[in-house]
């Protein structure tokens, strides 16, 4: 194996052909500022565009490139597995691709890095070109997920970080097939930081990140980390039983004492329905669970390699 570099800046394209040109141009002038070896590990998830064969191109011409090349598109989270897993240096960088993570931040994640933190995440002060609903929808959730389960993922991060190479190690050897990596990051520990910067819009193109996209991301969050929503139906279980419980003595006694109009059809079957509603609704949170057991079990490789580095 070649000798380490420093630094691995890792990032996942899908469909960036417009951005990939003016990513490459800034990352080396940031990277090539720091004077110490780095490599490009490049990803391609699946793109339908000329994504791949720029980034065989950038391979060719400039030796610090890895070019890693999924045989489809396996979103967003397994395309940064892969560069991960490709990835030598011994802090690594994670980035998108369309620049709305300034690569110019990474020299900060870099001198918080060289502080001591082992995970260092860049935090969003302010974000252009989202929507309302994007960033209300992000709140909420990072709410959410707090409060739920037992770890702290920092408000207003995505995937740009910095990973200490033994932080890496780590990961590669988390396998799980549902990937939130963010959550990952904070669930194995080490010494953590934030920097904050301003996200950009987009470069070019449009995002990937439908909202069905990010309701599944949710869902592999919530699940992955937590029981709480399998929980929930004991709780509401209980619930209902006690209210019963103390139903039932009641209307048996105003029965008795004559009142034969106390519960009509009406609350019967509005009782009937909202349970019944529950239920399912549980039924399929346990499907939830119970698909992700049948994934890990089936083990498939996480993703397929079309092509990779030589080495
Ligand atoms: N991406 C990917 N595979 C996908 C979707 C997205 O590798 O299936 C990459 C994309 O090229 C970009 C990053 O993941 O570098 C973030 O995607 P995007 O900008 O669309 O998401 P947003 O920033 O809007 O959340
Ligand atoms: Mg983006």
Redesign the pocket.
């Known amino acids: 194996m070649k000798k380490r570099p420093v630094y691995s800046i890792v990032?996942?394209?899908?469909?960036?052909e417009a951005s990939i040109q003016a990513l490459y141009d800034r990352l080396v002038a940031v990277m090539d500022s720091t004077g110490e070896p780095w490599e490009f590990v490049m990803?391609d998830?699946g793109s339908a565009d000329r994504t791949a064969d720029l980034i065989k191109d950038y391979a060719e011409q400039d030796q610090r490139v890895r070019p890693v090349l999924l045989a489809r598109?396996f979103?967003?989270q397994i395309?940064v597995t892969a560069g991960l897993d490709h990835a030598h240096g011994n802090a690594v960088v994670i980035i998108?691709?369309?620049l709305?993570d300034p690569p110019e931040v990474i020299l900060d994640l870099i001198e918080k890095w060289k502080e001591g933190y082992e995970v260092v995440y860049a935090q969003r002060a302010a974000r252009a070109g989202e929507s309302r609903f994007k960033l209300w929808t992000a709140g909420l959730f990072y709410r959410l997920i707090n409060r739920i389960t037992t770890m702290k993922i920092p408000l207003d991060t995505?995937d740009f970080r910095l990973l200490d190479r033994k932080v890496v190690d780590v990961l590669n050897q988390m396998r799980e097939k549902h990937r939130f990596l963010r959550g990952m990051s904070v669930w194995v520990g080490f010494k953590q930081a934030g920097v904050k910067y301003e996200r950009a819009a987009?470069y070019a193109g449009k995002?990937?990140?439908t909202f069905s996209k990010m309701v599944k991301l949710a869902t592999t969050a919530i699940t992955g980390f937590s029981f709480f929503p399998l929980q929930v139906a004991t709780y509401l279980g209980f619930t209902a039983a006690g209210v019963s419980l103390i139903a039932i003595p009641v209307i048996v006694v105003m029965r008795l004492l004559g009142n034969h109009e106390f519960l009509g059809q009406a609350s019967t079957l509005l009782a009937t329905l909202f349970l019944g509603g529950v239920q399912l609704i549980f039924l399929g949170i346990l499907g939830e669970y119970i698909g992700r057991i049948y994934d890990e079990v089936r083990d498939r490789p996480l993703y397929i390699l079309r092509e990779g580095p030589e080495d």
């Open positions: 990032v996942p394209m899908y469909n960036e990803v998830d598109n979103g967003h395309a998108d691709a369309d709305q995505g987009r995002t990937h990140y």
